[in-house]
């Protein structure tokens, strides 16, 4: 149907198609009432024949529409009109994030990848908060918006198909890759079901890979429920430790094990992003005991409900899904495989089966044991390997194939795989001190071990060897343990190679090796000439230190003359004279007398004719440290004084003669 300019609603303009997905085409359309562009996401016919999902549809729809957060895809409306169910949605522009996995064609940034999920748990938290469960989270459903935001889409849609007769056997079969085990298993789903897809999204991001991934959907959701995912860091070796232990505790398939919230996983993450490689990820086993039943209840439901209404239940959805779709004969042999990895029954395709009986859990027994309790049920015991196992003593069952499921039956005469423990295996740690990096590796693993690898500095070893190990050599490990080695990186420290900067001013030389990175210390002499010059370095030019080293500068300083004010009281000196007075028989009153005033033995200031009644006679020297000063006056009658003192022109600035 051509939709492009047709108004739906009385309100919303269909524009251009601008997406297609498995259950809906999405249009982008023009709110005429609010006069903004919108996304209508019309469902396919094939959806809109059931009555049931149509309602489930339409009232999960509307309970998603009350989510506000920046990392939703906001719903404004939700509408039908000649056959046509629609969503009115916020229009994003940006790309999916698959479409982002897909052209990268490898692992994305770690720290990119976190990022993500932290918008995405943010998102599911909220969401969870409300009761509401996605269901289908997985990067088509993400969108990443041109400034990089992630925005969570199609909440409520989900639910509304898992619980209509449209199962996750047929339209939503595309995303099994990222079903959490109980829901690929048709069990009840929850918050931590979403966790688990989440997990399985960063998995993806930062590997470039679905963690189980085969050739039919149907053996993806059995790997889901079966088999142990390989860790995220082995394929991408520099992917944080933590980061990867966050990934592997959301895949947990016992949901007791996972988050229990998106707010705990909210909390890992975003530490992550602080210590990436930092121990505070709760990834702790329980008790297995315990654990089985969890994923019985977490598989099939309510342990205490009716298993033949629900194993009906489910034949029932098998059977409308067949007869709607018409399904060839090729996919129906598909079909009864995963009826039957189901624990459903095959009477409605009237096959009769031979007897069944329900597989045995011999994991942990001894293998007497479980050869006994596995051929009383007429199934035939067989030891596939003998492996060491530190956990499992020795003569014990360590795993089985197929792997135990509560309710699983298998036909009689099947074959049950077990491996048996060859107990502990133990080794010598090799000496590998002194050794270079890859030499104690292969040392190490030649010996049965891993190798945990610590670099840091060292003064004293050269850059790749090893420092020192933290199992002492010769003692005995279990073989697989990891034994933790340091290796050096060399001094770590930076050399240079000091330039000559004797002759220069203080604050060139100082610039010059401060420059280099080295430290300066000043250290001052008295002198003559070359004022603020440097005469010697401590550590010669040309000489190659480590980057920080001080190196102390000589300089001269040559002092500065100081000056000082000088009083002389002339009249206290002489005595002075009177105005009247006269002289002696022949001779006259001198009423003068000459000043002479020396530093040291150098004149420095004289003057004649100066009256013997002056009180307050001044004049200036200068000079350097201490100095002699000597003042002597003198008359034309052959008068004489002198006066002498010694004083230090650093701490004084005024003297006076009297």
Known sequence: MILEGKILGNRYEIIEKVGNGGMATVYKAEDKVLKRNVAVKVLKDEFTTDEEFIKRFEIEAQSAARLTHPNIVSIYDVGSEDNLYYIVMELIRGKTLKEIIVEERGPLPWKWSVNVAIQIASALEMAHKNNIIHRDIKPHNIIITEDGIAKVTDFGIAKAVSNSTITAFGTTIGSVHYFSPEHARGGFTDAKSDLYSLGVVMYEMVTGRVPFDADTPVSVALKHMQEEPEEPIELNPNLPSAVNRIIMKALKKDTTLRYQSATDMLAD??????????????????????????????????????????????????????KSHKVLSAFIGLILLFAISLGGTLAFLNITNPAEV?????????????????????????????????????????????????????????????????????????????????EAVDALEEANLKADIVEETSRTVEEGYVISQEVEADSEAYAGDTIKIHVSTGTGIKQVTVQNVVGQTEANAKSTLEGQGLKVNVNYVEATSNDGKVTAQSVSAGTTVDEGTTVTLTVNKVAEDKKASVTINVKSITGGYEENSEGAEGTTVVKNVKIELRVDDSTVYTDSGVDKNTTNKTTEISGKGSVRLTLVITDTNGGNWTRTQTINLDNTSTVSFS
């Open 269 to 322: 993450l975003r530490q992550a992003l602080k210590n990436p490689n930092g121990d505070f990820v709760d990834d702790r086993d329980y008790d297995a005991t315990a654990k089985t039943q969890k994923i019985n209840t977490d598989l099939y439901g309510d342990v205490a409900e009716d298993d033949n209404k629900k194993r009906g239940e489910t034949d029932n959805k098998f059977i409308a899904f067949i």
């Open 358 to 438: 329900e597989l045995p859990d011999v994991v942990g027994m001894s293998k007497e044991e479980a050869q006994k309790t596995v051929e009383d049920l007429k199934l035939v015991f067989e030891v596939s390997s003998e492996e060491y196992n530190k956990d499992v003593p020795e003569g014990y069952v360590i795993s089985q194939d197929p792997t135990y499921i509560a309710d699983y039956n298998v036909k009689e005469g099947s074959t049950v795989k077990v491996v048996i423990s060859k107990g502990q295996e133990k080794t010598t740690v090799p000496k590998v001190v002194g050794m270079t990096k890859e």
